[in-house]
């Protein structure tokens, strides 16, 4: 998969890696697997990470030369965690938009 986005001119973000309330959380070693292939960045900061999952995916995402990313996954019903609680530094959304060349940006 991260081919293909990468072939569209996307730039490929793993959302919430360890989340182990929606599924089994992703290893380091499919991390590793998927920064290989092309991925460009980890979601760190996530309602659902607790302190020591962000700890542990910063270092990964260092130690792969990932971005670090936020979202307060703020879509659907039920969502308890208000808007924009957990973002993404305007630094590495720059990174990522340099690193796609698909279509153009609009902000």
Same mark, same amino acid.
């Given at each position: 998969?991260? /081919? @293909? +986005? $990468?072939?569209?001119? %996307?730039?490929? +973000?793993?959302?919430?890696? $360890?989340? /182990? $309330?929606?599924?089994?959380?992703?290893?380091?070693?499919?991390? *590793?697997?998927? *920064? *290989?292939?092309?991925?460009?960045? !980890?979601?760190?900061?996530?309602? #659902?990470?607790?302190?020591?999952? &962000?700890?542990?995916? $910063?270092?990964?995402a260092a #130690? @792969? /030369? @990932?971005?670090?990313?936020?979202? =307060?996954?703020?879509?659907?019903?039920?969502?308890?965690?208000?808007?924009? =609680?957990?973002?993404? *530094?305007?630094?590495? !959304?720059e990174a990522?938009?340099?690193? /796609? #060349? %698909?279509? &153009?940006? +609009?902000?």
């Amino acid at each position: 998969m991260v /081919g @293909l +986005v $990468r072939a569209a001119g %996307g730039v490929a +973000v793993l959302a919430h890696p $360890r989340a /182990g $309330r929606r599924g089994r959380p992703i290893s380091v070693e499919k991390i *590793a697997d998927l *920064a *290989a292939a092309g991925l460009a960045g !980890l979601e760190v900061d996530h309602p #659902d990470h607790d302190e020591a999952a &962000r700890l542990e995916l $910063r270092e990964i995402a260092a #130690d @792969l /030369g @990932l971005l670090v990313t936020g979202a =307060s996954d703020y879509h659907g019903t039920g969502k308890t965690t208000p808007i924009g =609680s957990h973002t993404t *530094a305007p630094e590495t !959304l720059e990174a990522i938009i340099a690193a /796609g #060349d %698909g279509c &153009r940006v +609009v902000r």
